[in-house]
Protein backbone atom coordinates (compact mmCIF):
# COMPACT_ATOMS: atom_id res chain seq x y z
CA UNK A 1 0.00 0.00 0.00
CA UNK A 2 1.92 3.38 -1.06
CA UNK A 3 0.43 6.85 -0.30
CA UNK A 4 -0.08 9.62 -3.20
CA UNK A 5 1.94 7.04 -6.04
CA UNK A 6 3.75 8.81 -8.87
CA UNK A 7 0.99 6.98 -11.60
CA UNK A 8 -1.56 8.99 -9.55
CA UNK A 9 0.24 12.00 -9.36
CA UNK A 10 0.51 11.73 -13.06
CA UNK A 11 -3.63 11.58 -13.75
CA UNK A 12 -3.81 15.12 -12.25
CA UNK A 13 -1.44 16.60 -14.55
CA UNK A 14 0.04 19.58 -13.36
CA UNK A 15 -2.72 20.27 -10.89
CA UNK A 16 -2.45 20.11 -6.67
CA UNK A 17 -4.05 17.28 -5.19
CA UNK A 18 -7.86 18.03 -3.23
CA UNK A 19 -7.89 16.18 0.03
CA UNK A 20 -11.03 13.88 1.17
CA UNK A 21 -13.32 15.24 3.35
CA UNK A 22 -16.60 12.86 5.20
CA UNK A 23 -19.07 14.07 2.02
CA UNK A 24 -16.58 12.53 -0.38
CA UNK A 25 -15.84 9.26 1.42
CA UNK A 26 -19.40 9.25 2.08
CA UNK A 27 -20.50 9.42 -1.53
CA UNK A 28 -18.10 7.38 -2.25
CA UNK A 29 -18.56 4.31 -0.75
CA UNK A 30 -22.54 4.66 -1.38
CA UNK A 31 -21.38 3.62 -5.42
CA UNK A 32 -18.35 1.33 -4.16
CA UNK A 33 -18.35 -0.52 -7.71
CA UNK A 34 -17.95 3.14 -9.70
CA UNK A 35 -14.28 2.80 -11.07
CA UNK A 36 -14.18 6.17 -12.29
CA UNK A 37 -14.83 8.07 -8.93
CA UNK A 38 -12.41 5.29 -7.61
CA UNK A 39 -9.63 6.43 -9.61
CA UNK A 40 -10.29 10.20 -9.76
CA UNK A 41 -10.65 10.24 -5.85
CA UNK A 42 -7.66 8.16 -5.48
CA UNK A 43 -5.48 10.08 -7.86
CA UNK A 44 -7.16 13.60 -5.63
CA UNK A 45 -8.64 14.99 -8.92
CA UNK A 46 -10.95 18.01 -8.81
CA UNK A 47 -13.72 16.39 -9.76
CA UNK A 48 -15.79 19.35 -10.21
CA UNK A 49 -13.42 21.25 -12.53
CA UNK A 50 -13.37 18.43 -15.18
CA UNK A 51 -16.94 18.10 -14.90
CA UNK A 52 -17.42 21.81 -15.30
CA UNK A 53 -14.60 21.85 -18.16
CA UNK A 54 -16.81 18.90 -20.10
CA UNK A 55 -19.66 21.31 -20.01
CA UNK A 56 -21.52 19.32 -16.95
CA UNK A 57 -21.18 21.21 -13.66
CA UNK A 58 -22.62 20.15 -11.20
CA UNK A 59 -24.25 22.68 -8.41
CA UNK A 60 -23.07 21.10 -4.99
CA UNK A 61 -22.74 22.37 -2.06
CA UNK A 62 -24.39 25.12 0.27
CA UNK A 63 -25.71 28.21 -0.52
CA UNK A 64 -23.29 31.19 0.18
CA UNK A 65 -25.78 32.40 2.97
CA UNK A 66 -25.48 29.30 4.94
CA UNK A 67 -22.28 28.92 4.28
CA UNK A 68 -21.37 32.42 6.10
CA UNK A 69 -23.47 31.55 8.39
CA UNK A 70 -21.95 28.29 9.30
CA UNK A 71 -18.60 29.91 9.10
CA UNK A 72 -19.46 32.78 11.56
CA UNK A 73 -21.32 30.39 14.05
CA UNK A 74 -18.04 28.26 14.01
CA UNK A 75 -15.61 30.89 14.85
CA UNK A 76 -17.40 31.83 17.56
CA UNK A 77 -17.48 28.69 19.61
CA UNK A 78 -13.84 28.42 18.93
CA UNK A 79 -13.10 32.18 19.47
CA UNK A 80 -10.31 31.90 22.66
CA UNK A 81 -9.12 28.67 22.18
CA UNK A 82 -12.61 27.28 22.03
CA UNK A 83 -13.75 28.95 25.49
CA UNK A 84 -17.05 28.82 24.89
CA UNK A 85 -16.79 25.16 23.26
CA UNK A 86 -15.33 24.24 26.83
CA UNK A 87 -17.91 26.02 28.98
CA UNK A 88 -20.54 23.76 27.05
CA UNK A 89 -18.51 20.57 27.50
CA UNK A 90 -18.01 20.75 31.11
CA UNK A 91 -21.20 22.66 32.48
CA UNK A 92 -23.99 20.90 29.71
CA UNK A 93 -22.78 17.69 29.09
CA UNK A 94 -21.31 17.35 32.64
CA UNK A 95 -17.51 16.46 31.69
CA UNK A 96 -14.43 16.74 33.58
CA UNK A 97 -12.29 18.90 31.09
CA UNK A 98 -10.05 20.37 33.52
CA UNK A 99 -7.20 22.84 32.38
CA UNK A 100 -7.77 22.97 28.39
CA UNK A 101 -4.73 23.46 25.34
CA UNK A 102 -6.09 24.13 22.16
CA UNK A 103 -3.92 23.61 19.50
CA UNK A 104 -4.76 24.52 15.90
CA UNK A 105 -2.96 21.88 13.40
CA UNK A 106 -4.39 23.71 10.11
CA UNK A 107 -0.83 25.12 9.50
CA UNK A 108 2.50 24.06 10.58
CA UNK A 109 4.85 27.04 11.00
CA UNK A 110 2.88 28.87 8.12
CA UNK A 111 3.13 25.89 5.94
CA UNK A 112 0.22 24.04 4.96
CA UNK A 113 1.82 21.09 3.39
CA UNK A 114 -0.20 18.07 3.83
CA UNK A 115 2.51 15.53 4.93
CA UNK A 116 3.80 18.41 7.21
CA UNK A 117 0.33 18.36 8.55
CA UNK A 118 -0.20 15.07 8.73
CA UNK A 119 3.02 14.64 10.72
CA UNK A 120 2.31 16.94 13.18
CA UNK A 121 -1.11 15.38 13.82
CA UNK A 122 0.62 12.04 14.49
CA UNK A 123 2.89 13.43 16.46
CA UNK A 124 0.48 15.74 19.19
CA UNK A 125 -2.45 12.56 19.09
CA UNK A 126 0.83 10.44 19.54
CA UNK A 127 1.65 12.44 22.92
CA UNK A 128 -2.29 12.51 23.88
CA UNK A 129 -2.27 9.22 23.77
CA UNK A 130 0.82 8.32 25.36
CA UNK A 131 0.94 10.74 28.32
CA UNK A 132 -2.69 12.34 28.29
CA UNK A 133 -1.37 15.86 26.90
CA UNK A 134 -3.14 18.40 24.76
CA UNK A 135 -7.39 18.54 25.15
CA UNK A 136 -8.40 20.36 21.77
CA UNK A 137 -7.21 19.63 18.10
CA UNK A 138 -8.42 21.36 15.73
CA UNK A 139 -8.14 20.27 12.31
CA UNK A 140 -6.13 17.56 12.74
CA UNK A 141 -4.92 16.21 8.97
CA UNK A 142 -5.97 12.49 8.77
CA UNK A 143 -5.14 9.34 6.35
CA UNK A 144 -7.43 6.88 5.81
CA UNK A 145 -6.95 3.91 3.36
CA UNK A 146 -9.38 3.91 0.43
CA UNK A 147 -9.51 1.24 -2.51
CA UNK A 148 -5.87 -0.29 -1.30
CA UNK A 149 -4.30 3.55 -1.37
CA UNK A 150 -3.97 6.17 1.72
CA UNK A 151 -5.96 8.96 1.31
CA UNK A 152 -5.42 12.70 3.05
CA UNK A 153 -8.67 13.64 4.83
CA UNK A 154 -9.43 16.77 5.59
CA UNK A 155 -11.71 17.25 8.68
CA UNK A 156 -13.39 20.49 9.64
CA UNK A 157 -13.73 18.87 13.56
CA UNK A 158 -11.67 19.13 16.90
CA UNK A 159 -10.48 16.09 18.11
CA UNK A 160 -11.37 16.35 22.04
CA UNK A 161 -9.30 14.42 24.65
CA UNK A 162 -10.89 13.67 27.85
CA UNK A 163 -10.28 11.12 30.66
CA UNK A 164 -7.79 9.33 28.23
CA UNK A 165 -10.42 8.85 25.69
CA UNK A 166 -10.57 11.22 22.06
CA UNK A 167 -13.66 12.12 20.87
CA UNK A 168 -14.94 13.66 17.45
CA UNK A 169 -16.68 17.45 17.87
CA UNK A 170 -18.33 18.29 14.94
CA UNK A 171 -19.88 21.72 14.58
CA UNK A 172 -22.37 22.19 12.28
CA UNK A 173 -24.94 25.57 11.42
CA UNK A 174 -28.02 23.94 10.90
CA UNK A 175 -30.24 25.04 14.06
CA UNK A 176 -31.45 22.52 17.20
CA UNK A 177 -35.15 23.50 18.32
CA UNK A 178 -36.57 22.49 21.82
CA UNK A 179 -34.14 19.43 21.80
CA UNK A 180 -34.75 18.30 17.65
CA UNK A 181 -32.87 18.86 14.95
CA UNK A 182 -33.52 17.99 10.91
CA UNK A 183 -33.16 14.29 11.15
CA UNK A 184 -31.44 14.03 7.73
CA UNK A 185 -28.92 16.42 9.23
CA UNK A 186 -28.35 14.46 11.79
CA UNK A 187 -28.24 11.37 10.03
CA UNK A 188 -25.63 13.13 7.67
CA UNK A 189 -23.20 14.27 10.67
CA UNK A 190 -23.19 11.52 12.08
CA UNK A 191 -21.89 9.20 8.60
CA UNK A 192 -19.30 12.40 8.53
CA UNK A 193 -18.47 12.11 11.96
CA UNK A 194 -18.18 8.55 11.89
CA UNK A 195 -15.30 8.64 9.18
CA UNK A 196 -13.36 10.45 11.49
CA UNK A 197 -13.88 8.25 13.92
CA UNK A 198 -12.55 5.90 11.53
CA UNK A 199 -9.84 7.24 10.53
CA UNK A 200 -8.83 8.41 13.98
CA UNK A 201 -9.09 4.64 15.22
CA UNK A 202 -6.99 3.40 12.38
CA UNK A 203 -4.39 6.30 13.46
CA UNK A 204 -4.79 5.04 16.95
CA UNK A 205 -3.86 1.41 16.30
CA UNK A 206 -1.08 2.46 14.15
CA UNK A 207 0.34 3.91 16.84
CA UNK A 208 0.01 1.35 18.70
CA UNK A 209 -3.13 1.80 21.13
CA UNK A 210 -6.16 0.08 21.56
CA UNK A 211 -8.64 1.95 18.56
CA UNK A 212 -11.28 2.00 21.75
CA UNK A 213 -9.19 4.48 22.84
CA UNK A 214 -11.32 6.38 20.19
CA UNK A 215 -14.75 7.07 21.57
CA UNK A 216 -17.89 5.73 18.87
CA UNK A 217 -19.51 8.60 21.46
CA UNK A 218 -19.44 12.30 19.32
CA UNK A 219 -20.53 15.77 20.57
CA UNK A 220 -22.71 17.63 18.09
CA UNK A 221 -22.21 21.33 18.41
CA UNK A 222 -25.42 23.34 16.92
CA UNK A 223 -27.02 26.79 17.55
CA UNK A 224 -29.83 26.44 19.91
CA UNK A 225 -33.51 27.53 19.15
CA UNK A 226 -32.73 29.73 16.55
CA UNK A 227 -30.28 31.82 18.72
CA UNK A 228 -26.52 32.06 18.08
CA UNK A 229 -25.89 30.04 21.39
CA UNK A 230 -24.39 26.74 20.87
CA UNK A 231 -25.73 23.38 22.40
CA UNK A 232 -24.27 20.21 22.41
CA UNK A 233 -25.57 16.82 21.63
CA UNK A 234 -23.64 13.31 22.30
CA UNK A 235 -24.24 10.77 19.32
CA UNK A 236 -23.54 7.25 19.02
CA UNK A 237 -22.03 6.31 15.95
CA UNK A 238 -21.19 2.54 16.38
CA UNK A 239 -24.07 1.70 13.22
CA UNK A 240 -22.76 4.29 10.78
CA UNK A 241 -19.26 2.72 11.99
CA UNK A 242 -20.46 -0.61 10.77
CA UNK A 243 -21.64 0.26 7.44
CA UNK A 244 -18.86 2.39 6.43
CA UNK A 245 -16.62 -0.26 7.31
CA UNK A 246 -18.36 -2.57 5.46
CA UNK A 247 -18.62 -0.28 2.62
CA UNK A 248 -14.78 0.58 2.42
CA UNK A 249 -14.03 -3.32 2.36
CA UNK A 250 -16.36 -3.27 -0.72
CA UNK A 251 -14.20 -0.80 -2.56
CA UNK A 252 -12.82 -1.56 -6.03
CA UNK A 253 -9.08 -1.83 -5.41
CA UNK A 254 -7.50 1.31 -7.21
CA UNK A 255 -4.44 -0.69 -7.95
CA UNK A 256 -6.57 -3.33 -9.75
CA UNK A 257 -8.20 -0.62 -12.01
CA UNK A 258 -4.89 1.39 -12.80
CA UNK A 259 -3.28 -1.74 -14.35
CA UNK A 260 -6.42 -2.00 -17.22
CA UNK A 261 -5.88 1.59 -17.82
CA UNK A 262 -3.75 3.49 -20.43
CA UNK A 263 -0.34 4.37 -19.20
CA UNK A 264 -0.61 8.64 -20.68
CA UNK A 265 -4.21 8.59 -19.21
CA UNK A 266 -4.25 11.91 -17.32
CA UNK A 267 -7.21 14.52 -16.23
CA UNK A 268 -5.67 17.55 -17.04
CA UNK A 269 -8.50 20.15 -18.92
CA UNK A 270 -7.61 19.59 -22.62
CA UNK A 271 -9.55 18.56 -25.90
CA UNK A 272 -8.43 14.86 -24.69
CA UNK A 273 -10.34 15.17 -22.03
CA UNK A 274 -13.47 13.53 -22.09
CA UNK A 275 -12.19 10.42 -23.73
CA UNK A 276 -10.10 10.33 -21.13
CA UNK A 277 -12.97 9.83 -18.46
CA UNK A 278 -14.51 7.94 -20.61
CA UNK A 279 -11.91 5.43 -20.30
CA UNK A 280 -12.28 4.34 -17.06
CA UNK A 281 -15.60 2.57 -16.50
CA UNK A 282 -18.32 4.25 -14.63
CA UNK A 283 -21.56 3.01 -12.63
CA UNK A 284 -23.88 5.24 -13.18
CA UNK A 285 -27.44 5.48 -11.15
CA UNK A 286 -29.41 8.03 -10.49
CA UNK A 287 -28.38 8.05 -6.82
CA UNK A 288 -25.35 9.90 -8.33
CA UNK A 289 -26.79 13.13 -8.75
CA UNK A 290 -26.94 13.60 -4.46
CA UNK A 291 -23.41 12.61 -4.41
CA UNK A 292 -21.08 13.06 -7.32
CA UNK A 293 -19.88 15.89 -9.08
CA UNK A 294 -19.42 13.87 -12.32
CA UNK A 295 -23.30 12.87 -11.83
CA UNK A 296 -24.37 14.96 -15.22
CA UNK A 297 -21.82 14.06 -17.39
CA UNK A 298 -22.12 10.20 -16.88
CA UNK A 299 -26.10 10.81 -16.50
CA UNK A 300 -25.70 12.12 -20.43
CA UNK A 301 -23.10 8.98 -21.15
CA UNK A 302 -25.26 6.29 -19.56
CA UNK A 303 -28.71 7.64 -21.13
CA UNK A 304 -26.68 7.85 -24.85
CA UNK A 305 -25.93 4.11 -24.54
CA UNK A 306 -29.54 3.49 -22.70
CA UNK A 307 -27.39 2.15 -19.88
CA UNK A 308 -29.44 0.01 -17.45
CA UNK A 309 -28.22 2.09 -13.95
CA UNK A 310 -30.14 5.19 -15.77
CA UNK A 311 -33.23 3.24 -14.49
CA UNK A 312 -31.75 2.59 -11.04
CA UNK A 313 -29.78 0.50 -8.79
CA UNK A 314 -32.31 -1.98 -8.07
CA UNK A 315 -33.11 -2.58 -12.19
CA UNK A 316 -29.29 -2.83 -12.85
CA UNK A 317 -28.85 -5.54 -9.81
CA UNK A 318 -32.26 -7.15 -10.78
CA UNK A 319 -30.43 -7.03 -14.33
CA UNK A 320 -26.89 -8.28 -13.44
CA UNK A 321 -24.59 -8.51 -16.35
CA UNK A 322 -26.89 -6.77 -18.71
CA UNK A 323 -25.68 -3.14 -19.25
CA UNK A 324 -27.71 -1.53 -21.71
CA UNK A 325 -31.97 -1.65 -22.36
CA UNK A 326 -31.20 -2.48 -25.55
CA UNK A 327 -29.90 -6.44 -24.86
CA UNK A 328 -32.29 -6.45 -22.23
CA UNK A 329 -35.18 -6.23 -24.79
CA UNK A 330 -33.18 -8.06 -27.78
CA UNK A 331 -32.96 -11.15 -24.47
CA UNK A 332 -36.56 -10.48 -23.80
CA UNK A 333 -38.11 -11.07 -27.71
CA UNK A 334 -35.42 -13.74 -28.22
CA UNK A 335 -33.72 -11.65 -31.32
CA UNK A 336 -31.13 -12.20 -29.12
CA UNK A 337 -29.18 -15.37 -28.04
CA UNK A 338 -27.52 -15.37 -24.02
CA UNK A 339 -24.70 -16.38 -23.34
CA UNK A 340 -24.72 -19.10 -20.61
CA UNK A 341 -24.00 -16.75 -17.91
CA UNK A 342 -27.03 -14.97 -18.74
CA UNK A 343 -29.07 -17.52 -19.74
CA UNK A 344 -31.14 -17.86 -16.24
CA UNK A 345 -31.60 -13.75 -16.74
CA UNK A 346 -32.64 -14.37 -20.30
CA UNK A 347 -35.35 -16.69 -19.30
CA UNK A 348 -36.79 -14.64 -16.75
CA UNK A 349 -36.93 -11.35 -19.26
CA UNK A 350 -39.22 -13.51 -21.83
CA UNK A 351 -41.49 -14.83 -18.87
CA UNK A 352 -41.57 -11.11 -18.24
CA UNK A 353 -42.02 -10.17 -21.42
CA UNK A 354 -44.73 -13.16 -21.91
CA UNK A 355 -46.92 -11.77 -18.88
CA UNK A 356 -46.71 -7.99 -19.87
CA UNK A 357 -48.02 -8.92 -23.65
CA UNK A 358 -50.84 -11.28 -21.92
CA UNK A 359 -51.96 -8.54 -19.51
CA UNK A 360 -52.10 -6.00 -21.98
CA UNK A 361 -54.01 -8.15 -24.76
CA UNK A 362 -56.37 -9.06 -21.62
CA UNK A 363 -56.43 -4.79 -21.22
CA UNK A 364 -57.65 -4.05 -24.80
CA UNK A 365 -60.04 -7.30 -24.66
CA UNK A 366 -61.95 -5.61 -21.69
CA UNK A 367 -61.80 -2.00 -22.84
CA UNK A 368 -63.79 -3.70 -26.44
S1 LIG B 1 -21.43 10.19 -11.11
FE1 LIG B 1 -20.15 8.95 -12.44
S2 LIG B 1 -18.13 8.97 -11.47
FE2 LIG B 1 -19.57 9.66 -9.95
S3 LIG B 1 -20.10 7.79 -8.81
FE3 LIG B 1 -21.67 8.07 -10.41
S4 LIG B 1 -20.95 6.89 -12.13
FE4 LIG B 1 -19.21 7.13 -10.76
Same mark, same amino acid.
Given at each position: ????????????????????????? /????? *? =?????????????????????????? /? =????? &??????????????? @??????????????????????? $????????? *????????????????? @??????????????????????? #? $????????????????????? %???????????? &? +?????????? $??? /??????????????? +??????? +???? *??????????????? &??????? &?????????????????????????????? +?? /??? !?????????????????????? @????????????????????? !???????????? %???????????????????????? #????????
Amino acid at each position: MTETAPDLDRLRGGAPPRNHDARTI /AALTA *N =PGCARRGVMDAAGVDKDAVARHLGFP /A =PFGQS &QFAITRGNAFEAQVK @ADGCAELLTLLRDRLGLAVAEAA $YDDLEVVAG *NEGRELRHARTRRLLAR @ALETGEGTLFDHPLLRLEIGGRL #A $YLEPDVIAFQVEGRLHVIEVK %SFAVVDGQAEPE &Q +VAAAARQSAV $YVL /ALRRLAAELGHDPGR +VSHEVFL +VCPE *NFSNRPTATPLDVRP &QLAVLER &QLARLTRVDTILEALPEDLCFEPGDALADS +VR /AVE !ARYAPECIAGCEMAFFCRDEAR @ACGATGTLGRGVRDDLGGIDT !AGTALALADGSL %SPSDDLAETAAQLRTAARLRDEAL #AAARGGAA
